[in-house]
């Protein structure tokens, strides 16, 4: 179904965010859902705390270089906030 939309802007979140493993949840059909999401979107923002980042889950439903946009807490250290933003998307600590 989701194949037929044209969505201007998705805000997506994770139960795990990596360099490494991407965008994951636990979740099979979680994970297929939001994965079509990212197909048909315009422009993904991921949103969700600092405590995301880092983790990963079972299934990978799309890279960090899918995301034009991360928007967290300031409990994300800088550094780490950098790390991501060398994989493309802007990295919003507020």
């Not at 990596?18 to 999401?37: C, F, I, M």
């Not at 979107?41 to 799309?62: E, I, L, Q, Y």
Request: aromatic share 8%; glycine share 10%; charged share 15%.
């Amino acid at each position: 179904m989701l194949a037929g939309f044209v969505i201007d802007l998705a805000f997506i979140g994770a139960n795990g965010i990596s360099r490494e493993h991407g965008l994951t949840t636990p979740d099979p059909a979680v994970a297929a859902v939001k994965a079509q999401v990212i197909v048909v979107a315009r422009r993904v923002v991921f949103v969700g705390v600092h405590t995301k980042f880092g983790g990963s889950n079972f299934c990978r439903f799309g890279d960090v270089s899918d995301l034009e946009t991360i928007v967290t807490d300031s409990a994300l250290p800088a550094s780490e906030a950098h790390r991501y933003s060398l994989l493309g998307p802007v990295v919003l600590r507020v």
